[in-house]
């Protein structure tokens, strides 16, 4: 089959390759194990993972990671050469003994390298199941990883209740967008940091109050949209400068929350803790599989229920081909993307 390939390290323009590679089989998987790098030869003594699902992909998601994978900028080492993609929506064909019920079934999935969505026949690895039935398989692909991440972010580490007040960077991304939505289901009033008046638009369709850093100063135009007050949380998939000068938008014990690294890592200030702020880290690794399991079955709910009472919808602004992935991951990388993009692969 044909799938985009990465070999070295780069610009995701210049490094992806179509070319021919073999299609997963479940006597491969049984031969692998898996580690924070994806999945890997079985080491002396080392149980094969038993949680995974070959799926005939229809829809891919897009998204950042996808590009500091290729630079090696990601901050977990993805071993080379690999299929790109993290996210796929597909019918599953083969699984493991606990997703054997999920055969012939239409899912959502996470694909973990080197089995990733952007080829005909990808692997998701325990994050799987069916999808919604409200959603089209393009919403589907745009769904699941910025969903779960931004619950996670926001529901469960940065604990948004109702009453408070957030600012949200990079809120017209994927992730982003799925914050804004999150906070305003739970009763919060966004502020939505974007750059560009059309970004704005998109937020404040999404019920937030958009606030473009071209213009200025983005803490101080926070603060004056809010009666001179600053932010019970900030939601951060950014960091870098931006995120760093977010954390002076916090009243005494707000918390800010790191969720991701668009504009890149770097050290935190030592003396954040003279504010009375918290720092919290959210990203969904780190924990046991069991716990994993618990994560993923408490946000599904959540999500489903959102979903139903149309509080929550992914917000897909391109479907592209096959073909089209390495020059819109160039537009991702250059922040001139809305929402999710994705890919009909099949």
């Known amino acids: 089959m044909k799938a985009w390939r ?134 589907a692909a745009g769904f699941l990883i910025p969903a779960h991440t931004a619950y996670h972010a926001a529901t469960r580490r940065g604990k948004v209740s109702a009453g408070e007040t957030v600012l949200v960077l990079g809120a017209a991304g994927g992730l982003g967008s799925a914050m804004v939505q999150l906070c305003i289901a739970a009763g919060a009033r966004v502020f939505a940091v974007v750059g560009g008046q059309d970004k704005v638009e998109f937020c404040e369709r999404l019920g937030a109050t958009g606030i473009d850093h071209h213009d200025g100063d983005f803490v101080e135009a926070v603060k004056a949209r809010n009666g001179g007050r600053g932010v019970e949380v900030v939601l951060d998939p950014v960091q870098g400068e931006a995120g760093a000068h977010a954390s002076d938008a916090l009243v005494v014990d707000g918390r800010h929350v790191v969720c991701g690294h668009a504009g890149g890592l770097q050290p935190w200030d030592p003396h954040f803790y003279l504010y009375n702020r918290t720092l919290v880290g959210a990203t969904l690794g780190g924990y046991s599989r069991q716990r994993m399991r618990e994560i993923r079955d408490e946000t599904r709910a959540a999500l489903d229920d959102l979903l139903a009472a149309g509080k929550f919808r992914p917000q897909v602004s391109e479907v592209i081909g096959f073909d089209e992935i390495p020059a819109a991951l160039t537009r991702i990388s250059a922040r001139r993307s809305l929402g999710r993009v994705v890919a009909r692969i099949n």
């Open 6 to 139: 990465v070999h070295e390290f780069g610009e995701p323009a210049d490094v992806l390759r179509r070319e021919d590679v073999a299609v997963p089989t479940p006597a491969e998987l049984a031969n692998m194990g898996m580690d924070l790098g994806g999945w890997k030869p079985l080491e002396p003594g080392e149980e094969p993972f038993s949680d995974w699902a070959i799926l005939d992909v229809t829809v891919a998601g897009l998204a950042l990671p996808d590009v500091t994978m290729a630079r090696g900028t990601y901050p977990v080492t993805v071993r080379r050469p690999y299929t790109s993609g993290q996210e796929a929506v597909g019918t599953v064909s083969a699984a493991s003994a606990n997703h054997q019920a999920l055969i012939g079934k239409r899912v959502v999935a996470v694909t973990v390298q080197p089995y990733g969505s952007f080829a005909p026949t990808a692997v998701g690895t325990a994050t799987v199941y069916e999808v919604p039935g409200n959603l089209s398989d393009e919403e």
